[in-house]
């Protein structure tokens, strides 16, 4: 469930699944619902102990590539909501942001986080990849090198790291106060050129967005995301062939 509120003209958007906000088909409808909704600053926020942990890793072992590459596109639609959305969307992050939450993020314009935050996208360590978009916004963010990195290995970093790559923008003990203080500061600003300057940094031209969701679906054909992500929910390591 997303939750939508209004706060001084400023849209926040709430991931209510505590304590990890996984994210279903559903929630991704309707932050889009709410974002067409929305006009002015956006905040997205979760509740609990996370940001947004990923989706639901159990949904993966009865997946097939055509539910994968359906799933796969919700996120897609999902964060081209978010980074072709006329104003300025900020993330406040803490806990996790971690897979599908941290593509998530990667959508936004902003990025504040919590100290002890870890970020994410372990994907590979279930035997598939990123389906959100992951694999081209954090090159983008990062450069290959760094992006390779994270991607390759799944590793997590923490949000002092992440700050010093330029992953997330600033650091706040309330991220989701500071948040809503940039919004307030952007309200001040003429929208028009806010709207202008958002869509010429962030516009894209490419079609490696199609191809990830495609990869992503063909992951499904082998055995590799049962193994994955059965060891992930029984704590072991899993045994890839």
Known sequence: MVKKEEIEGISVLTLERPPLNPLTVE???????????????????????????????KQFLQMTPERAYEFAQAGHDTVRAIMEHPDPVIASIHGYALGGGLELAL??????????????????TLGIIPGFGGTQRLREV?????????VLFGKRIGAEEARQLGL???????????SLELARQLLQLPRSSLCRAKELVRWRNSDMYEREMELFASCFEG????????????????KFR
């Open 142 to 150: 990062l450069g290959e090198a760094r992006a390779l990195e994270m």
């Open 168 to 178: 997330v923008n600033e650091l706040s003990d309330d991220p989701f106060s500071r």
């Open 107 to 124: 959508a936004c314009d902003l990025r504040i986080a919590a100290p002890g935050t870890l970020l994410g996208l372990p994907e590979v």
């Open 223 to 238: 055995p590799e995301p049962r193994e994955g992500v059965n060891a992930f929910l029984e704590k072991r390591k899993p």
């Open 27 to 57: 929630d991704l409808k309707q932050i889009r619902d709410h974002l067409a909704s929305s006009g002015g600053p956006v905040v997205i926020r979760g509740s609990g102990k996370a940001f947004c942990a990923g989706a639901d890793v």
